[in-house]
């Protein structure tokens, strides 16, 4: 079985600064990306940012200069360190992992989704 936890959300004031953590663990294969996305209320789900197997990172415009992802592969961890945070960045932030899994001599391809992390920022 192959899972997500994250962990780093909580209150923070605007301009804050929060770093999210996502540590994969279970028969993995091969990661081919992982991202951060977020959720408010109200809203649908939308991409903050992700990176690839092949270092090619993408953000979403609101993010681009306050927010970096980045990953230690020796861990299977993506990180989000989140800058100059604002009222807007407030949401719920989930993580996605798209990877090569196994299950005996099967290997399939799964997108796999965290609980989910809260982020309040107050102004």
């Known amino acids: 079985q192959v899972q997500l936890v994250e962990s780093g959300g909580g209150l923070v004031q605007a301009g804050g600064s929060l770093r999210l953590s996502c540590a994969a663990s279970?028969?993995?294969?091969?990661?081919?990306?992982m991202g951060w996305y977020r959720q408010a209320p109200g809203n649908p789900r939308e991409l903050v940012a992700a990176l690839t197997s092949g270092d090619t990172t993408t953000y979403a415009d609101s993010v681009k200069g306050r927010f970096t992802i980045s990953r230690d592969n020796t861990k299977n961890t993506v990180y989000l360190q989140m800058n100059s945070l604002e009222p807007e960045d407030t949401a719920v932030y989930y993580c996605n992992m798209k990877a090569i899994v196994t299950s005996g001599q099967l290997y399939m391809s799964r997108e796999v989704w965290g609980q989910g992390t809260l982020v309040t920022v107050s102004s």
């Open positions: 279970g028969s993995i294969f091969r990661i081919n990306a």
